[in-house]
């Protein structure tokens, strides 16, 4: 079932650090022979490949400023009641990599200081969590359920 709420630019940032995250690229040779010409080798072992590093991929937070306060993923009712959100894009570790005011509204320094606090836990705890479901998903191996129109 899906709903409105929610951000589209959080849940893109997941799909893309999981997409990364299961991208095997085939390892690839380059071959020269004793006249100088060269040759493409690519193995023939579907697992002889090259895994990429999604370490430092970063997961966007979005967060609403209400009033005082600030929500993280707002639903609809609370995202009408925002002039101001803030996405944060966080790494694992908890840096900010960017950060981009949407919304008609303004932010003073003091509630952007503690949106970006609040933005680092959130982000770091998401990475986490992703993280622990990716690794799940990987230890299933051929075994796990093939969905949609690939499986």
Do not use: W
């Not at 690839?28 to 022979?33: A, F, G, I, N, S």
């Not at 690519?42 to 895994?51: A, F, G, H, Q, T």
Request: a negative charge; one cysteine or more; hydrophobic letters at 40%.
């Amino acid at each position: 079932l899906l709903v409105c709420g929610g951000n589209l630019f959080d849940a893109i940032s997941i799909a893309v650090k999981a997409a990364l995250f299961n991208t095997r690229i085939p390892k690839v040779r380059v071959l020269e022979d004793e006249e100088g010409s060269k040759e493409i080798e690519l193995s023939d072992d579907p697992y002889d490949c090259i895994r990429l590093n999604v370490e430092n991929v970063p997961l966007i937070v979005t967060l609403s400023k209400i009033g005082y306060r600030h929500v993280v993923d707002a639903t609809l009712e609370e995202e009408a009641c925002s002039l101001a959100s803030l996405l944060i894009s966080v790494t694992g570790k908890g840096a900010l990599t960017s950060m981009k005011k949407v919304g008609k509204g303004s932010l003073d320094p003091e509630s952007i200081f503690e949106m970006m606090e609040t933005g680092k836990k959130v982000g770091k705890a998401l990475h986490v969590a992703l993280q622990k479901i990716l690794d799940e998903e990987e230890s299933l191996g051929t075994s796990r359920q093939k969905v949609g129109f690939l499986g």
